[in-house]
């Protein structure tokens, strides 16, 4: 797999504001903080690094122009990441985070196999346990500890639509839960301001 990128992180913010509203900003940027976050984690070198944190930001770069109809989110974003340099590889890991949805036709039938796959899935996913758990706590996630979100991902009824089944997807990296919620709480901690968080 090849981990250069054909454009900085500042030029990917750039290329989803072209799609997507400011409104939902918060989740991509959230979404490369984890997977940024989590390749640290792993010790993996700073290109593999970097290559994890813009799979996380443009995961859902064609949100904005699907949302209304969802059974075509993901059918936009090869053109779009395409045009913008990126190989068939990231293309396809993009992608790889839609597989088994019910509301995706297209991708239903998929599976995710790679590691790298299961990482974006859990990454994403996890992103609205932390910030649904945030706003709860007043926006504040500096003091917010791993025990505390693993309650609430207890709770089947606490944010309802997050998929517990997706991000337990990352013990496939052989990382444990409780290590996944450190991870992903440091992640968007380091960006708290640019999301709204305190």
Do not use: C
């Not at 990917?12 to 976050?37: C, F, T």
């Not at 064609?62 to 990231?90: M, Q, R, Y």
């Not at 995706?104 to 994403?124: C, N, V, W």
């Amino acid at each position: 797999m090849n981990y250069k990128l054909p454009i900085t992180y500042e030029q990917g913010i750039e290329l989803l504001k072209k799609y997507n509203e400011p409104r939902d900003m918060n989740h991509y940027l959230e979404s490369g903080a984890v997977m940024k976050q989590l390749a640290e984690h792993l010790n993996l070198p700073q290109e593999q690094i970097n290559y994890w944190q813009m799979l996380g930001l443009l995961h859902d770069i064609d949100w904005g122009l699907t949302k209304n109809e969802v059974n075509t989110h993901l059918t936009k974003a090869p053109e779009l990441l395409k045009e913008a340099g990126f190989d068939n590889d990231f293309i396809e890991t993009v992608l790889s985070h839609g597989y088994g949805f019910e509301e995706l036709p297209h991708l239903k039938g998929k599976q995710r196999t790679e590691k790298i796959q299961h990482a974006l899935a859990a990454s994403e996913t996890i992103t609205g346990l932390v910030h649904a758990y945030a706003l709860m706590r007043g926006n504040k996630i500096s003091d917010m500890e791993a025990k505390g979100l693993k309650k609430k991902f207890k709770d089947k009824a606490f944010a309802a639509k997050v998929e517990r089944g997706i991000i337990k997807e990352i013990e496939n990296l052989g990382i444990t839960l409780e290590d996944f919620f450190k991870v992903a709480i440091e992640g968007i901690k380091n960006i708290k301001e640019k999301v709204g968080l305190v």
